[in-house]
């Protein structure tokens, strides 16, 4: 078996082991923490560099060659994302330790670190696994640890959040578990590859009904409307660290996962236009929900449901561009989103809350902090020369080129909804950093630098601002990013490189 193909999830699992063994040494738990996610990383690295060409590596679990073994694959799109999830899960956990060395967090480290890494490793097997059965128990994984990480520090808000999530997740595993069922019992097969071959002499209707079916599963987990109530009541509830990496994660996985078995098992045509009606709806739903909250962990929370629309509107376009435009969407957001939340989880150690109806004066507290806050939000707003900016125009121009009526609806709903994004980042700007600040936001601030949990604070001020210059980054290899998001989609569309690795002449 190619090794690093195992090492995204296989370390995790035995660092959480290993940070479960070292429950009474907290250093020695970060220390085995940051190592596992350091490996990760290098490795998803070195995976981008061998499938950047179009390359798809994919290799067998114990020598049982697919369709029958356990297949992993990697290709240039889960590459990318894998290389982007494991940056941004090594700082989230840098801004958790930060958190902790200064006592300023109410979550329980003795479970934190261990629970964190298996979602890891389910986050990261959700990528690379090459078979339907194995891409529902990297779900599984991954929701598990997350069911447990959400009820960190709990509250009766956070017990609350966390049984109406548990609920919708376990709803969508079973319908998951249903859809398995149903391939299995049309084409006798759940690897991916081999259910691309055998579907193609399944008749329509019953294709039809598959691909709604798992666009319904997957719809649930990514929050598209009318299937998104859930998101906002749950994410804004929980502990910082907590919120920001499932914005930025864990509804991507599920677009991942919508992506890889729209183009590769059902080809697109199929749903195409449901998909557009949902990106329209989830753009515009999303969106005005963020117009009237008054949190900015809310408003945050249905920012994001309203730009997982951008994603499913380029996947709808079943085009090359389209699919291209929806991966830079992709790592664009993740990055975006994770930063949003850490900013708001510092805005929270200098005030208390996230509420604007008492918050005013951000930027004379903390001048970083503003511009923490404005770069990534006028990114998320798609303001060039940003990276949300370099997304949005991809997707609109594959947009134009794909054409009809209901594509250009779908347009202008994408330039409203980037509209109203600007307005309400301008009201959380305007009501929450200027002004004069509150007298107890400023004795906040000097207790803060003064006390012991200063270090603790320099620590997620600093990986807050590394996460911030990694969304500049990706701007700045925006050009890069595009030609490597052009090739994926070829080979997404395709199909036929990504078969030919797991089954190689055909299976034949």
Known sequence: MNLLLAVPFVIPLLGAGITLLLRRSPRSKQIAGVVTLAAVVVDAVWLLWLTADGTVIASDAG???????????????????????????????????????????????????????????????????????????????????????ITQAPTRARVRATMIYTVVGLTSSILFLTGIALVYALVGTVNMADIAIKLDGAPDDLRMVLALLFLVVFGIKAAIVPLHFWLPDSYPVAITRISAIFAALLTKVAVYAIIRTQTLLFGGDDVSAVMLWIAIATMIVGILGALVQDDINRIMSFALVSHIGFMIFGLALNTVAGIAGVMVYLVHHIVVQATMFLVNGLVRQYVGHTSLRSIRGLTAVSPALALFFFLPAVSLAGIPPMSGFIAKVALFQAGVEAGGWLTWVGIGAG????????????????????????????????????????????????????????????????????????????????????????????GS
């Open 415 to 506: 330039l409203l909804t980037s509209l109203l994004t600007i307005i309400a980042i301008f009201r959380v700007w305007t009501r929450a950093f200027w002004g004069t600040p509150l007298p107890d936001m400023l004795t906040a601030r000097a207790e803060l630098k003064r006390g012991p949990d200063a270090a603790g604070l320099r620590m997620m001020t600093v990986t807050t601002g590394v996460m911030v210059g990694v969304g500049v980054l990706v701007a700045v290899l925006g050009g890069p990013l595009v030609d490597l998001s052009f090739t994926a989609a070829h080979d997404l569309l395709d199909g036929g490189a990504y078969i030919e690795a797991v089954l190689p002449g055909g």
């Open 63 to 149: 020598g049982w060659a697919a369709p029958l073994g356990i297949t992993l694959v990697a290709d240039p799109l889960a590459a990318l994302l894998l290389t982007v999830s494991s940056v941004v899960l090594l700082l989230v956990l840098l801004y958790a330790i930060g958190q902790d060395i200064g006592g300023l967090s109410s979550a329980t480290p003795q479970t934190f670190h261990p629970l964190y890494l298996v979602l890891t490793a389910g986050v990261c097997l959700s990528f690379l696994a090459g078979d339907l059965f194995n891409l529902f128990v990297a779900f599984e994984v991954m929701l598990t640890a997350s069911y447990a990480l």
